[in-house]
């Protein structure tokens, strides 16, 4: 028989409000089952029965909402916590794993008030509240040893139920008073004895997060549990040493202070697991974390005796490639901690062969990085390695590579690397039994993926053609500091009449690159000399080969090899075009039809052939298609015209930032001056545009006093260049009417908020274009619905003009303002006139009212 929820709650003397309530739930826990039975007993019925059914849904409901009124005494979320407490031990990972997530957030947001209620005397509260935690705790400590589900992705192991459960119990372990924390440390030390492997990596999750929460006890915690954590270290199975070593990482620091004498332990188990693991396994991560973080800190290096470079440094290579960006910058870090200055001051005591293969693995990660932070950690490598080595081992380590460097820098971004040229490291895993030393660990079906600039096979296109400048400069940086000291004579060595300097023998090998026709091997070279010259700290001039060759180059008419193939397509084609215009008869004006040069092409395809060719009785079908080839090969003639230039800009700013950086000024500063301006002006690259506007800056404080100085007029152009995007400066007109009755309350700029005006202007605009294209097709969302990002987006070229236009100049202005400082009004006076020139006249600076100037 069905009994109401009320009849089966019978109210009982001598029960406590509390365990009157939870007698409550498990009463209507019981009911609700039981019509759960019932339902599924009667799946034959009537319709009238389904809708009997229904209605005592409803009446659940309404019994449900009753009885949760009558518990308002107890912490609102009692009820729903101790469903989830039975749903951690539930046959199904996925409950136990939400049921453990739900716990989580919980007591993170709400843990405070667990155990608690208003029936609860207030000097009970406290002990009612430590009494749920325990019992919560106990509960997650179970799971932690009872679970067994692990999931894999790639070869790392994913326990989700374990690693949750031990993150709810950090929630609870925070509020949690010392004695019970100290159970809980008994209990999952008591768990790292177990034989099963699960058990270990779960107490090890949960001792992991207890002194990360615990920093309040860390000084009784720490070395209570370290023997523990160092034993797990040494874990037969990947997964549990991983986890011993992710669990010191936050304390780290803490290790230097409470347990001293086992630092240096420390580090040797973690260089002798770094030479057994493969550089794939999932250990790798943990184990190179916790290295770098000890590494890095000051004390330890007082406590921990001199590595055998020679061993230990090579083991880091393999990691230098690994698949995870966290393990390449831990190794960085690391290496970086190895390769800093010695406190006695003395040099690095590494050999000529451990420095090669350290620069060499450097360099090339920088090349081939696609994250930016793991970029700037290697150069901080390079830059250790570069001053702190003996210049003797220096130049046997880089002498022989240094136009193997330049060459690599100079790769085009669609062209993977030449393998041969680069340094593979050895993999170092465990060698299995039965097999042959060496090659047993070797699959031969394995192809190492392709390396391009800035990424390898699997990074976008779009990301490596994005980040390939931000490489280019960093390289151009680390060879400039090496330029500096490979240039300095040998110790020892008699430079006499008949034995080449350094010097000579770096610029021949520059001189090389400089005689090419490769835009990139230019650029390249012009910015790897400004660095050379920017970094050197003892000051020279530069030698009288390169300076001939640099001015000699910003004077040249080249076109460049990146656009051979293109323009020999091109020509080809208007050869051909010209050739049907002869078979035809039509008179083209054409005075040498054997070389032709872009601006000859652009002539031939113009709007006087057009007008030939209207004019002109031919057939319908043949004018068509000499018009169709005209129009294809004038807009293939634009686009190679345009690559030329955007070349031509970024190559001559790079040269005249080189010759500038040299203090190699020739006589006539248009040639270096123009290049400049011109990339501030219309360089794409925000990199370049940037190195650009340093290299203005530096030319302007050399010609303060030349006769006549180009400076005021520079200044000038930049400011024109700083307003000329209409977009972002609005356009007002001294003489306007702003007051008159047209333009009252019309947007613009003079009314209304000019940032909103923009964007509506922008979305009008990319409306408009998308109206006016051509049809969508059945099945395709309406032209007119288009995301708020793609209206904000739409511009044309004269828009994307301006704003790069705008971008150089502000780049250029700031550099400026920087490198004078507070010596700007003096050494820059026609900038200080543009800046406080017109608000000085406007207001006096010494006599200042505001109320005036508002009225006025």
Known sequence: LRKNVREVISPNEGLSSREMNRAKRKARQAVNKQRSREAMEDTNGEEIEKKRIKTDVKEEYIIQYDLEAGDAGDWPLEWFCDQLSQDLFSSCWETRHGAATALREVLTVQGDGAGRATYIPSCQMETYHQIWLEDMSIRLLCVLALDRFGDFVSDAVVAPVRETCAQALCGVLKLMNVPACNGVLKILLQLLDHQEWEARHGGLLGLKYLLAVREDMIDVYLPESFPFILQGLSDAVDDVSAVAASALIPVAEKLTKLVPGSVPLVVTKLWDLLSEQDELAAACNSFMGLLAAILNLP??????????????????????????????????????????????????????????????????????????????????????????????????????????????????????????????????????????????????????????IAGSETTPVAVRELNAMQVRCMAARMLGLLSCFIIKPAPGVDYSADLEKPVDCYVKVLLVHLNSKSALQRMMTGLVVAEWARLNDQPQDCPEALKQRLHTCLNECVYFDEIAHSFTRLAQETRDFVATLKHYKVPINIQNDSVFTLQHIEQLTGAETQQVLVKFKLKTKIQESLEERRRSIQGSATQTSNDQLMLSVSTLAALSGAIVMFRALPDKLTPVVKP???????????????IAAQHLAILLDQCRGRTPCPNDKIIANLCTFLRCDPEFTPVVHKNHGEHSKDMHNKPGNYNGIVTLNNQQRNAERAVFKRSNSTGRGPGRPPAMDIPLEELLKEEDDSQRINGIQRRGATLALTAITEHFGAELPSKAPKLWEFIVGQLSEAIDPYNFDSNVLYNR
């Open 299 to 452: 004390q330890a290096q007082a406590l921990l005796p001199p590595q055998p470079l020679n061993e230990v440094v090579p083991r880091l290579w393999p990691f230098l490639s690994h698949s995870t960006s966290s393990v390449r910058k831990a190794t960085l870090q690391t290496l970086g901690t190895l390769t800093e200055k010695p406190k006695d001051g003395t040099c690095l005591l590494w050999d000529a062969q451990l420095l090669q293969d350290a620069m060499r693995h450097v360099y090339q990660r920088v090349l081939v990085e696609p994250n930016r932070d793991v970029r700037d950690v290697a150069e901080k490598v390079w830059s250790n390695l570069v001053r702190n080595s003996g210049l003797v081992e220096l130049l046997h380590a880089a002498c022989p590579f240094i136009t193997v460097w330049l060459f690599l820098g100079m790769q085009p971004v669609r062209v993977p690397f030449d393998a041969n040229l680069l340094i593979l490291a050895k993999s170092h895993g465990h060698k299995k039994k039965g097999g042959i030393d060496g090659l047993q660990n070797f699959d031969h079906t394995v192809v190492p993926p392709k390396l391009y």
């Open 676 to 690: 400049l301006m011109e990339s501030v002006r219309r360089e794409n690259d925000e990199n370049l545009q940037r």
